[in-house]
Every structure is written in structure tokens, then in C-alpha cells.
């Protein structure tokens, strides 16, 4: 039964943009914890610290992320949980989320003047007053730019979430298009969604990226 | 407990190296064509001609805002609407080639902008010719300056070709997905799969580290 594509639709599309929302959300968050740790262990002074996580970071940075969200997905019945295609989007994401700002951070970390660290040191703090009063701060102010430009490339990965079955936007459009059989206006209306919500992002990345600059080269 | 069984993938083993194949193809046909709706973007951006300004503007802010798995089903689903059909295979080249282009005008219009003036007006104060100025004075440093930029994105281009296993065009992904189907292997064959790509990452960024070193290591000049 094909039937028009009518407000409805497109009201079905508006609320499956949520669970983007929340999946990159979700993805953003745990990839924030997981990339401080790999930021970390990447500039730390021990050497098997430093290959783990160099080698984390080239394993997600070198294979598909569709790959990676049917490994976790096939994987969780290898650990005996129950196949949720939610949990496997989450975890997947979470892991590849944490290897790109690991990347990134650890980059804004190595660009505070080694100077900072050793002024710290002199003052006797440990390594944790270290980073936490004055190396993490001045690296953080660097890393926003890139790390706003990484949330729009998190946003668009959460849609390769629908072919494992989540129902965010793109498989919504899917569902609609099944429907009413109006390809051309169901994705239209669905890159539409992603364009309003990545495109204020870049523009804000390009903004503080430019800021940076001239904080730098001033 | 689970039983690993990667019997199926190692019986079939041929077929997914043929996969990996194809989507070495698949890829360096997109980053050629890609390369070349790059370099006519950068030139229609630097260029003095408002519109078309504006129009290279629009379609960079659309392709790079919106997922590569959306631009594919609009093409290869969408555009049928509009009267234009398209095989698997040809829809996942052009989604390919319009999403590298779009990546790809920015890597080149930033290396049109880093060749000095005054490195020209030098060269021809020594009497090159156009041809030699060209080359040796704005062609090569230009490459030099972008060649990281280009090779990465050669990288995420064949990652991001695995999307197009959705519409089952032929490539490695879809390889996989195919044996899946026969065999229900599912972990392990993607296990494998992600293995394979990994391999194919690894080799092709070595090699373009091999050819930066013959070709570009002379002295920079910053």
C-alpha cells in the first residue's frame, strides 16, 4: 500500500533526528573519557603506554567504521550478550570516537611548551597537579576547534548505525521511503536534517579555528 | 560458549581477495576523477566569478554536511525520480567522486594559495620558461605542500568506499556481506574483513611515504 508523502512524515523524521542526537550524544561523551586516557597514555613518559595506545589509534584510524560497527555488533554474541543493535552503535562509536580525539588532544597536549611542564615540575607538582592546573587547561583551549569539527564527522558516522537496524534519521527516511515510495523528497528531507544540524557546527569550528590563529600568530 | 569457525572465510578466501581488489580499483578511479572536479572547484573558487563562487560554496558545505550513506541512497534511489537511473556500480563511483571532490577543492584551492608571487615574477627574472616556471615553480611546491593532505584523504576514501556495500556495489564490503549470506560466519568474516582493510590502508600509506621520500625531500622553504 503506497501512500503520499505527507507532514506526518516528516514529523516521523524530526523525531527519529533524537536518537542521532542522543546516539552522538551517547558516542561523544564516552569517546571524551576514552580519548583523555589515549591522550594521555600516547604523550606519557612509558613506552608500552605509548605503543598501546599508538597502535589503538591506528587500528580505528585505519579500517572502515562500518567494519567496526559489525565487528562489535557480531561480537557482542561472541561475549554472550544479547545482539542490540543500540549497544553495539554506542560501544562501536564510543571506541572510534575515543581513538580520533586521542589523536587530537594528544596533538593540543604536545603543543603547550615543554617549558609549562618542566616550570611545574620545578615546582615540585606531580603528575597529576601537572596536568591537571597546568599543561590539560592551555592544551584545551588549542583543542576546541578540532574537537567541534570531530562532533560533525561523529554525527554523520552515527548514520551507518541503521544498517546494523538502529532506527535514527537515516533509517527512518528508509522506512518512510518504503511507504510512499518518494526517494527524491525522503532524502532530500533527510540530508536537509543532517545539513541543519552539522552545518552550524563546521561554520562555529571554522570561526574558532581562525581565532586561534590570530591568538597565535599575534 | 562460542565456536569460532573461520572455515568458510579461509575456503573462500580468493573471493574476498578479489573483493579487495575491486575496491582498490573502485577507489583509485574516484580519486582520479575526484581530483579533477577538485582541481576545476579550486579554480572556480579562486576564480572572479561570483555565482559560480557561490555555487562551488553550496555544494562543498552540502556534501561535506551530510552523511556519505545519505548522499549514496540519494543518488542511487533519488535521482531514478529525477530520469536518471544508474547501475550499483556506476551510482557508488559517482557518490565517490562527488564526496572526494568536494574534500578535495579545499586541498587544492589551499594549494594554489601557498605558492608566493614572488616566487613567479623569480622565475622568470631567470628566464625560465612558462613551461619550466610551471613546473618547477608552482607545480611541484603546490604538490609538496598538499601531498599529506591528499594521500590521507586517498586513505579515507577507500575506508569510506566500504558504504557502498549498501546498494551492493561490487567491492570488498559487499564480498564479505555476500559470503555472510551463504555462510553466517558473521564475526569472523568480519574480523577478517577488517583485517584485510587495515592491510590495505597500511600498504598504500606506505607506499605513499616511499614516494614523498623520492620526490619530495629537497629543502623546504620555510
Redesign the interface.
Known sequence: MIREFSSGDIMFIIGAARWTLILSAIAFLGGAVGGLIVALSRSSQQKLLRRIATGFIQVFQGTPLLMQLFLVYFGLAVVGLPINPLLAAAVALTLHASAYLGEIWRGSIEAVPSGQTEAATALSLSYRNRMRYVVLPQAMRLAIAPTVGFLVQLIKGTSLASIIGFTELTRAGQIINNATFEPFLVFGTVAAMYFVLCWPLSLLARRLESRMRRAITR | M?QFNFQPVFENLDMLLYGAWLTIRLSLTAMVFGLIVSVLGAVAKTSGIRPLRWLVDIYV??I????????I??IF??????GINMSPNTAALVALVINVGAYGTEIIRAGIESIPQGQIEAGKALGLSPVQIFRHIVMKPALRNIYPSLTSQF?YLM??S??V??ISANDL?SAGADLNARTFA??EI??V??VM??LL??GF?TLFGAIRRVFFTYPASR
Request: glycine fraction near 2%; hydrophobic fraction near 55%; charge should be neutral.
Open positions: 562460542y558545505e552540502v561535506r554536511n551530510t552523511p556519505f550513506l545519505v548522499q541512497f540519494f534511489f533519488g535521482l531514478p525520480a529525477a586513505i575506508l569510506t566500504s558504504v556495500s549498501v564490503a558473521s564475526f568480519y574480523l574483513l577488517t582493510y587495515f590502508a597500511l600509506s
